[in-house]
């Protein structure tokens, strides 16, 4: 009975809204994964394997949302920069021999058993540090000293991934989400006015000195394609398939340039078009609902926050939500270069997954430890 107690006050407590919005995104993605991965050919189910473990890393994912909404993060914030040290060795990780490619991408830890991407993980560790760290100077924050220590500690997390995995569109990441963070913690808008300045300002330096020439390729195939075919075969094909959609699709495993395997990575990166092409207009926009009504939620979540460590890491789950839904579809509508960015919740990927999982378990504690509502 103490254990069937539990169970009905954690439940009464945690976000159920969460839980229940990941969920149905993570059903509706196996769906589309079923169909991306099917084999056309001989018409068996050639996906099998694909959703037992997109299953498998859901359920894991679950019991990451548990535990990490039952552990009261501020108590460790005084240890942020512990966890700083920790991020960056988890990301060098991928320079001894349990670092593998994936897909000519240097960014996997093999663990004999699954993959893990040091990246992913990486992004919950940062929220934490970052959070506790500006929580740390909250008073400073708009000061040019303030900003100096939380900028390097961005830039030296972005760094690591960079230096050890070469993946930009994951350092990307990790500096929208200070950005976010650092405006909703209050930074004064002509700071944030200076850094798109120099952010602009940067560019040739970083056209030049920072991107590798496939990088470059895939910005410039978004103004002409004929600049390079191959490379711009991923991000048209997206389009065509999208738009082949129209209104209400092709039909579920009966898309034309999905099943005939047109779009690389259609399963992962490119899950958005598979929607598209054979649910048409109003599975992709079902998709962009779902995912708004999660973000929306967390900044709820965080908005209630009892103090402002939590609010900055609800704040850092929602920012990294945001961002990375943004990025995805526009990517798979063409508009911005291809980035490896996975769509949450729906792409296929153990590890996404488990983080997105244990991601919104860190705002669910939020919520479970937020004030009474007659103290707000």
Known sequence: MDVVKTVVNYIKNTDLY????????????????????????TW?????????????????????????????LETMSGWWKIFVLINIGLQLLL????GTEVNGQRAWLDLEVTNLQPGELGKLIFIFTLAAHISEIKEHISEWRGLFVIALHTLIMMGAVIISSGDTGMAIQYFMIALIMLFAAG??????????????????????????????????????????????R??????????????????LTHGTMTQMQLVPENQTDY?????GEELGFIGSILIVLLLTLLIVRLFYVSYRASTTFSALLAVGVGGMF???????????????????????????????????????????????????????
Request: glycine share 10%.
């Open 18 to 41: 969460l839980a229940i919005l990941a969920l149905v995104c993570s059903a509706y993605g196996m769906v589309l994964i079923y169909s991306a991965t099917l084999n056309p050919a």
């Open 95 to 98: 320079f001894t021999p349990l």
């Open 187 to 232: 930074l004064s808008i002509k700071w944030l006015a200076v850094g798109v300045g120099l952010g602009v300002a940067s560019i040739p330096l970083l056209w030049n000195f920072a991107l590798d020439e496939y990088q470059k390729t895939r910005i410039l195939v978004l103004f002409d394609p004929s600049i390079d075919l191959d490379a711009s």
């Open 322 to 376: 945001l961002f990375q839904t943004f990025m995805n579809i526009f990517m798979n509508i063409g508009l911005l270069p291809v980035m490896g960015l996975t769509l949450p919740f729906f792409s296929y990927g153990g590890t996404s997954i488990m983080t997105m999982y244990a991601a919104l378990g860190i705002a669910a504690g939020v919520r479970m430890r937020e004030k009474p509502s007659w103290l707000q």
């Open 234 to 251: 991923q991000a048209t094909y997206g389009k065509i398939a999208i738009g082949s959609g129209q209104v209400s699709g092709q039909g």
């Open 271 to 275: 899950i958005f078009s598979v929607a």
């Open 44 to 72: 068996q189910d050639g996906s099998t394997r694909n959703l037992v473990i997109q299953a498998a890393a859901i359920v894991i994912g679950l019991a990451a949302f548990v535990l990490m909404s039952l552990i009261d």
